[in-house]
C-alpha cells in the first residue's frame, strides 16, 4: 500500500466550486456521494478515478488508510466533463 504521499502524487485535485458546476457537452454526475476532500478540493486518482461512496463509513475507511489528513464531505451533486475515447483501449 502507498504512502498518503505516494497516493496524493497520484491524485489530481478538482476545485469543489469548479466540480459543481453544472457543463455542457457529456457529464458524468455523481449524485449524493461522500468525496475524500483536501484543500477545498475532491480527489481523482490516477487516471480519473473519483474518490468518492455513496456509504459516510466505507468513504471513510478508504480516506483514513489512504489519505488520513484529508476529509470526508458530503456533495449533493459533481459533475465530470467525459469523453468517450476516456472508456475505449
Given at each position: 500500500?502507498?504512502?498518503?504521499?505516494?497516493?496524493l502524487a497520484?491524485?489530481?485535485?478538482?476545485?469543489?466550486?469548479?466540480?459543481?458546476?453544472?457543463?455542457?457537452?457529456?457529464t458524468m454526475?455523481?449524485?449524493?456521494?461522500?468525496?475524500?476532500?483536501?484543500?477545498?478540493?475532491?480527489?481523482?486518482?490516477?487516471?480519473?478515478?473519483?474518490?468518492?461512496?455513496?456509504?459516510?463509513?466505507?468513504?471513510?475507511?478508504?480516506?483514513?488508510?489512504?489519505?488520513?489528513?484529508?476529509?470526508?464531505?458530503?456533495?449533493?451533486?459533481?459533475?465530470?466533463?467525459?469523453?468517450?475515447?476516456?472508456?475505449?483501449?
Open positions: 500500500m502507498s504512502t498518503p504521499t505516494e497516493y497520484k491524485c489530481k485535485k478538482v476545485p469543489i466550486i469548479e466540480a459543481t458546476k453544472p457543463r455542457d457537452g457529456l454526475i455523481y449524485a449524493d456521494c461522500w468525496w475524500t476532500v483536501i484543500d477545498e478540493c475532491i480527489l481523482y486518482h490516477g487516471h480519473g478515478s473519483p474518490q468518492c461512496n455513496g456509504s459516510e463509513e466505507f468513504a471513510r475507511r478508504i480516506k483514513d488508510k489512504l489519505c488520513p489528513d484529508a476529509d470526508v464531505r458530503h456533495i449533493a451533486f459533481v459533475f465530470q466533463p467525459t469523453r468517450p475515447r476516456d472508456w475505449c483501449d
